[in-house]
Protein backbone atom coordinates (compact mmCIF):
# COMPACT_ATOMS: atom_id res chain seq x y z
CA UNK A 1 0.00 0.00 0.00
CA UNK A 2 2.80 2.44 0.64
CA UNK A 3 4.14 1.74 -2.93
CA UNK A 4 1.19 1.81 -4.22
CA UNK A 5 0.73 5.29 -2.33
CA UNK A 6 4.28 6.78 -3.89
CA UNK A 7 3.50 5.91 -7.34
CA UNK A 8 0.08 7.51 -7.00
CA UNK A 9 1.59 10.50 -5.55
CA UNK A 10 4.29 10.85 -8.52
CA UNK A 11 1.92 10.80 -11.03
CA UNK A 12 -0.18 13.20 -9.75
CA UNK A 13 3.01 15.84 -9.59
CA UNK A 14 3.43 14.77 -12.85
CA UNK A 15 -0.04 16.23 -13.74
CA UNK A 16 -2.50 12.96 -14.35
CA UNK A 17 -5.54 13.58 -12.28
CA UNK A 18 -6.66 10.95 -9.89
CA UNK A 19 -9.11 8.89 -11.59
CA UNK A 20 -7.09 8.34 -14.37
CA UNK A 21 -4.37 7.04 -12.56
CA UNK A 22 -6.76 4.46 -9.76
CA UNK A 23 -7.87 3.19 -13.45
CA UNK A 24 -4.62 2.16 -14.02
CA UNK A 25 -4.32 0.32 -10.58
CA UNK A 26 -8.05 -1.27 -11.41
CA UNK A 27 -6.73 -4.59 -9.47
CA UNK A 28 -6.99 -2.60 -6.38
CA UNK A 29 -9.42 0.29 -7.06
CA UNK A 30 -13.19 -1.07 -7.92
CA UNK A 31 -14.89 0.13 -10.90
CA UNK A 32 -17.46 2.21 -7.90
CA UNK A 33 -14.27 3.62 -6.84
CA UNK A 34 -13.25 5.01 -9.68
CA UNK A 35 -16.37 6.45 -11.22
CA UNK A 36 -17.15 8.02 -7.56
CA UNK A 37 -13.51 9.82 -7.67
CA UNK A 38 -14.45 10.91 -11.81
CA UNK A 39 -17.42 12.54 -10.51
CA UNK A 40 -15.72 14.24 -7.27
CA UNK A 41 -13.52 15.58 -9.53
CA UNK A 42 -15.75 16.61 -12.19
CA UNK A 43 -17.70 18.08 -9.55
CA UNK A 44 -15.22 19.59 -7.13
CA UNK A 45 -16.41 17.74 -4.25
CA UNK A 46 -13.69 15.01 -4.12
CA UNK A 47 -13.98 15.51 -0.05
CA UNK A 48 -17.49 14.93 0.61
CA UNK A 49 -17.14 11.78 -2.42
CA UNK A 50 -14.12 10.23 -0.64
CA UNK A 51 -16.02 10.61 2.77
CA UNK A 52 -19.24 8.66 1.04
CA UNK A 53 -16.58 5.66 -0.33
CA UNK A 54 -15.53 5.29 3.35
CA UNK A 55 -18.75 5.14 5.12
CA UNK A 56 -20.16 2.60 1.70
CA UNK A 57 -17.19 0.55 2.45
CA UNK A 58 -17.23 0.04 6.68
CA UNK A 59 -21.00 -0.53 5.94
CA UNK A 60 -20.19 -3.36 2.97
CA UNK A 61 -17.62 -5.17 5.73
CA UNK A 62 -20.00 -4.67 8.72
CA UNK A 63 -22.54 -6.36 6.49
CA UNK A 64 -20.16 -9.06 5.58
CA UNK A 65 -18.76 -9.50 8.81
CA UNK A 66 -22.27 -10.16 10.03
CA UNK A 67 -22.70 -12.80 7.08
CA UNK A 68 -19.42 -14.76 7.80
CA UNK A 69 -20.29 -14.56 11.52
CA UNK A 70 -23.64 -16.37 11.49
CA UNK A 71 -22.15 -19.32 9.26
CA UNK A 72 -18.52 -19.52 11.42
CA UNK A 73 -20.23 -21.54 13.96
CA UNK A 74 -22.24 -24.42 12.14
CA UNK A 75 -19.22 -24.34 9.67
CA UNK A 76 -16.29 -24.89 12.43
CA UNK A 77 -19.18 -27.27 14.61
CA UNK A 78 -19.90 -29.40 10.88
CA UNK A 79 -16.20 -29.56 9.98
CA UNK A 80 -15.12 -30.33 13.75
CA UNK A 81 -17.49 -33.30 14.07
CA UNK A 82 -16.32 -35.10 10.42
CA UNK A 83 -12.68 -34.80 11.60
CA UNK A 84 -13.32 -36.50 15.06
CA UNK A 85 -15.92 -38.56 13.24
CA UNK A 86 -13.15 -39.96 10.59
CA UNK A 87 -10.79 -40.32 13.54
CA UNK A 88 -12.82 -42.46 15.30
CA UNK A 89 -14.13 -44.55 12.26
CA UNK A 90 -10.42 -45.15 11.10
CA UNK A 91 -8.21 -45.19 13.98
CA UNK A 92 -10.18 -45.87 17.37
CA UNK A 93 -13.52 -47.86 16.74
CA UNK A 94 -11.86 -50.58 14.76
CA UNK A 95 -9.56 -51.50 17.80
CA UNK A 96 -12.54 -51.65 20.34
CA UNK A 97 -14.71 -53.95 17.77
CA UNK A 98 -11.77 -56.39 16.71
CA UNK A 99 -12.58 -57.77 20.42
CA UNK A 100 -15.75 -58.91 19.59
CA UNK A 101 -14.13 -61.32 16.59
CA UNK A 102 -12.77 -63.77 19.51
CA UNK A 103 -16.25 -64.24 20.90
CA UNK A 104 -18.83 -65.99 19.01
CA UNK A 105 -21.85 -64.14 19.31
CA UNK A 106 -24.01 -62.35 16.24
CA UNK A 107 -23.31 -58.67 15.78
CA UNK A 108 -26.16 -55.98 15.88
CA UNK A 109 -26.54 -54.59 12.50
CA UNK A 110 -25.32 -50.89 13.35
CA UNK A 111 -22.44 -52.64 14.52
CA UNK A 112 -21.78 -54.44 11.53
CA UNK A 113 -21.98 -51.63 9.56
CA UNK A 114 -19.67 -49.70 11.29
CA UNK A 115 -17.15 -52.59 11.28
CA UNK A 116 -18.03 -52.69 7.75
CA UNK A 117 -17.22 -48.38 7.76
CA UNK A 118 -14.01 -48.82 9.43
CA UNK A 119 -12.79 -51.18 7.88
CA UNK A 120 -12.66 -49.94 4.37
CA UNK A 121 -11.92 -46.50 6.29
CA UNK A 122 -8.79 -47.95 8.32
CA UNK A 123 -7.53 -50.12 4.88
CA UNK A 124 -7.94 -46.81 2.72
CA UNK A 125 -7.53 -43.81 4.65
CA UNK A 126 -4.97 -42.34 2.35
CA UNK A 127 -6.81 -43.05 -0.58
CA UNK A 128 -9.87 -41.58 0.88
CA UNK A 129 -8.20 -37.93 1.69
CA UNK A 130 -6.38 -37.72 -1.45
CA UNK A 131 -9.91 -38.11 -3.16
CA UNK A 132 -11.49 -35.64 -1.19
CA UNK A 133 -8.88 -33.06 -1.79
CA UNK A 134 -9.25 -33.91 -5.90
CA UNK A 135 -12.96 -33.69 -5.19
CA UNK A 136 -13.18 -30.41 -3.47
CA UNK A 137 -10.32 -28.97 -5.78
CA UNK A 138 -12.41 -30.09 -8.87
CA UNK A 139 -15.57 -28.65 -7.44
CA UNK A 140 -13.36 -25.14 -6.93
CA UNK A 141 -12.44 -25.33 -10.23
CA UNK A 142 -15.70 -26.02 -11.43
CA UNK A 143 -17.99 -23.56 -9.89
CA UNK A 144 -15.71 -21.04 -11.23
CA UNK A 145 -16.95 -21.55 -14.85
CA UNK A 146 -20.17 -19.11 -15.43
CA UNK A 147 -22.36 -22.24 -17.08
CA UNK A 148 -21.85 -23.57 -13.39
CA UNK A 149 -21.77 -20.61 -11.74
CA UNK A 150 -25.31 -19.75 -13.05
CA UNK A 151 -27.32 -23.07 -11.97
CA UNK A 152 -25.48 -22.41 -8.25
CA UNK A 153 -26.97 -19.36 -7.89
CA UNK A 154 -30.25 -20.23 -9.33
CA UNK A 155 -30.31 -23.61 -7.03
CA UNK A 156 -29.43 -21.54 -4.30
CA UNK A 157 -32.50 -19.13 -4.26
CA UNK A 158 -34.78 -22.05 -4.57
CA UNK A 159 -33.37 -22.95 -0.79
CA UNK A 160 -35.74 -22.13 1.99
CA UNK A 161 -34.21 -19.62 4.95
CA UNK A 162 -30.79 -19.29 2.36
CA UNK A 163 -32.19 -17.97 -0.51
CA UNK A 164 -33.61 -15.16 1.65
CA UNK A 165 -30.17 -14.06 2.90
CA UNK A 166 -28.79 -14.34 -0.80
CA UNK A 167 -31.72 -12.28 -2.21
CA UNK A 168 -31.30 -9.63 0.41
CA UNK A 169 -27.47 -9.44 0.18
CA UNK A 170 -27.85 -9.01 -3.68
CA UNK A 171 -30.14 -5.84 -3.16
CA UNK A 172 -28.26 -3.89 -0.19
CA UNK A 173 -24.97 -3.79 -1.84
CA UNK A 174 -27.16 -2.70 -5.43
CA UNK A 175 -29.34 -0.17 -4.05
CA UNK A 176 -26.08 1.26 -2.09
CA UNK A 177 -24.14 1.36 -4.73
CA UNK A 178 -27.00 2.68 -6.72
CA UNK A 179 -28.34 5.55 -4.21
CA UNK A 180 -24.60 6.42 -4.01
CA UNK A 181 -23.44 6.32 -7.66
CA UNK A 182 -26.44 8.50 -8.48
CA UNK A 183 -26.62 10.62 -5.63
CA UNK A 184 -22.71 11.71 -6.86
CA UNK A 185 -23.82 12.62 -10.26
CA UNK A 186 -23.39 9.65 -12.03
CA UNK A 187 -25.93 8.65 -14.83
CA UNK A 188 -28.25 6.33 -14.26
CA UNK A 189 -26.86 3.79 -16.74
CA UNK A 190 -23.10 4.16 -15.88
CA UNK A 191 -24.50 3.63 -12.64
CA UNK A 192 -25.95 0.56 -13.66
CA UNK A 193 -23.06 -0.79 -15.72
CA UNK A 194 -21.02 -0.73 -12.38
CA UNK A 195 -23.76 -2.44 -10.55
CA UNK A 196 -23.67 -5.37 -12.90
CA UNK A 197 -19.37 -5.47 -12.75
CA UNK A 198 -19.71 -5.40 -8.35
CA UNK A 199 -22.90 -7.77 -8.70
CA UNK A 200 -21.92 -11.39 -7.54
CA UNK A 201 -24.69 -13.47 -8.26
CA UNK A 202 -25.00 -14.04 -11.59
CA UNK A 203 -29.27 -14.43 -11.81
CA UNK A 204 -29.28 -10.52 -10.45
CA UNK A 205 -26.26 -9.73 -12.51
CA UNK A 206 -28.21 -10.94 -15.59
CA UNK A 207 -31.70 -9.11 -14.75
CA UNK A 208 -29.65 -5.71 -14.33
CA UNK A 209 -28.70 -6.24 -17.64
CA UNK A 210 -31.83 -6.60 -18.99
CA UNK A 211 -33.04 -3.42 -16.73
CA UNK A 212 -30.17 -1.89 -18.48
CA UNK A 213 -31.49 -2.42 -22.10
CA UNK A 214 -35.01 -1.23 -21.43
CA UNK A 215 -33.70 2.02 -19.72
CA UNK A 216 -31.54 2.67 -22.89
CA UNK A 217 -34.55 2.30 -24.99
CA UNK A 218 -36.07 4.83 -22.95
CA UNK A 219 -38.23 3.20 -19.97
CA UNK A 220 -37.48 4.38 -16.24
CA UNK A 221 -36.09 2.89 -13.69
CA UNK A 222 -39.45 1.94 -12.29
CA UNK A 223 -40.68 0.30 -14.88
CA UNK A 224 -37.65 -1.51 -16.12
CA UNK A 225 -36.90 -3.26 -12.12
CA UNK A 226 -41.25 -4.34 -12.62
CA UNK A 227 -40.47 -6.79 -15.41
CA UNK A 228 -38.20 -8.54 -13.58
CA UNK A 229 -38.99 -11.16 -11.44
CA UNK A 230 -35.81 -11.26 -9.21
CA UNK A 231 -36.72 -7.14 -7.85
CA UNK A 232 -39.36 -7.57 -5.15
CA UNK A 233 -42.28 -4.92 -5.58
CA UNK A 234 -41.16 -2.66 -2.74
CA UNK A 235 -37.82 -1.67 -4.81
CA UNK A 236 -40.04 -0.99 -7.95
CA UNK A 237 -42.84 1.06 -5.71
CA UNK A 238 -40.13 3.10 -3.88
CA UNK A 239 -37.98 3.55 -7.30
CA UNK A 240 -41.05 4.92 -9.09
CA UNK A 241 -41.84 7.00 -6.09
CA UNK A 242 -38.10 8.28 -6.28
CA UNK A 243 -37.87 9.23 -9.89
CA UNK A 244 -41.46 11.08 -9.85
CA UNK A 245 -39.78 13.33 -6.57
CA UNK A 246 -36.65 13.63 -7.39
CA UNK A 247 -35.00 12.10 -4.95
CA UNK A 248 -34.11 8.63 -6.03
CA UNK A 249 -30.82 8.69 -4.33
CA UNK A 250 -32.13 8.98 -1.10
CA UNK A 251 -34.83 6.92 -1.62
CA UNK A 252 -32.82 3.79 -2.93
CA UNK A 253 -30.41 4.68 0.30
CA UNK A 254 -33.40 4.19 2.27
CA UNK A 255 -34.03 1.21 0.41
CA UNK A 256 -30.85 -0.49 1.13
CA UNK A 257 -31.16 0.21 5.17
CA UNK A 258 -34.45 -1.61 4.64
CA UNK A 259 -33.19 -4.80 2.98
CA UNK A 260 -29.84 -4.74 5.37
CA UNK A 261 -32.15 -4.97 8.39
CA UNK A 262 -34.41 -7.80 6.59
CA UNK A 263 -31.15 -9.59 5.80
CA UNK A 264 -30.60 -9.39 9.26
CA UNK A 265 -33.71 -10.38 10.56
CA UNK A 266 -33.15 -13.44 8.15
CA UNK A 267 -29.46 -14.22 9.38
CA UNK A 268 -30.48 -14.71 13.05
CA UNK A 269 -33.40 -16.91 12.10
CA UNK A 270 -30.99 -19.10 9.63
CA UNK A 271 -28.72 -18.94 12.79
CA UNK A 272 -31.27 -20.00 15.02
CA UNK A 273 -32.32 -23.05 12.64
CA UNK A 274 -29.08 -23.98 12.36
CA UNK A 275 -27.86 -24.54 15.77
CA UNK A 276 -30.40 -26.91 16.61
CA UNK A 277 -30.35 -29.13 14.00
CA UNK A 278 -26.51 -29.12 13.84
CA UNK A 279 -26.94 -30.53 17.32
CA UNK A 280 -29.10 -32.88 15.89
CA UNK A 281 -27.00 -34.51 13.64
CA UNK A 282 -24.29 -34.24 16.39
CA UNK A 283 -26.05 -36.49 18.61
CA UNK A 284 -27.58 -38.98 16.03
CA UNK A 285 -24.14 -39.32 14.91
CA UNK A 286 -22.66 -39.79 18.51
CA UNK A 287 -25.90 -42.35 19.55
CA UNK A 288 -24.81 -44.52 16.39
CA UNK A 289 -21.39 -44.85 17.66
CA UNK A 290 -22.30 -45.47 21.06
CA UNK A 291 -25.23 -48.25 20.57
CA UNK A 292 -22.26 -50.02 17.84
CA UNK A 293 -19.89 -50.19 20.22
CA UNK A 294 -21.54 -50.70 23.46
CA UNK A 295 -24.76 -53.03 22.09
CA UNK A 296 -22.39 -56.05 21.17
CA UNK A 297 -20.88 -55.52 25.10
CA UNK A 298 -24.57 -55.70 26.62
CA UNK A 299 -25.28 -59.22 24.17
CA UNK A 300 -21.92 -60.85 25.51
CA UNK A 301 -22.86 -59.86 29.55
CA UNK A 302 -26.10 -61.61 28.46
CA UNK A 303 -24.30 -64.34 27.46
CA UNK A 304 -22.49 -64.79 30.00
CA UNK A 305 -25.23 -65.25 32.72
Not at 41 to 61: F, P, V
Not at 95 to 111: A, G, Q, V, W
Not at 159 to 170: F, G, S
Amino acid sequence: MQKLIEQINKQIKAGSSLSTILRSYSKYFSNLYIALVKSGEASGKLSEILLRLADNLEKQREFRGKLKGALTYPVIVISAMIIVMFIMVTFVIPRMLNLYKDFNIELPTSTKIMLGISNFSTAYWPFIMIVTALIIFSLRTYFKSKKCKKIFDKAVLKIPVINNIIKKAALVDSTRTLAILIGSGVSILDALNIVIDTTNNSIYKDSFKEVYKKIEKGKSLGNALSTEEVFPPILVQMSIVGENTGHLDETLMRLSKYFEFESESAIKSMTTLIEPAVLIILGLGVAFLVLSVITPIYQLTSSFQ
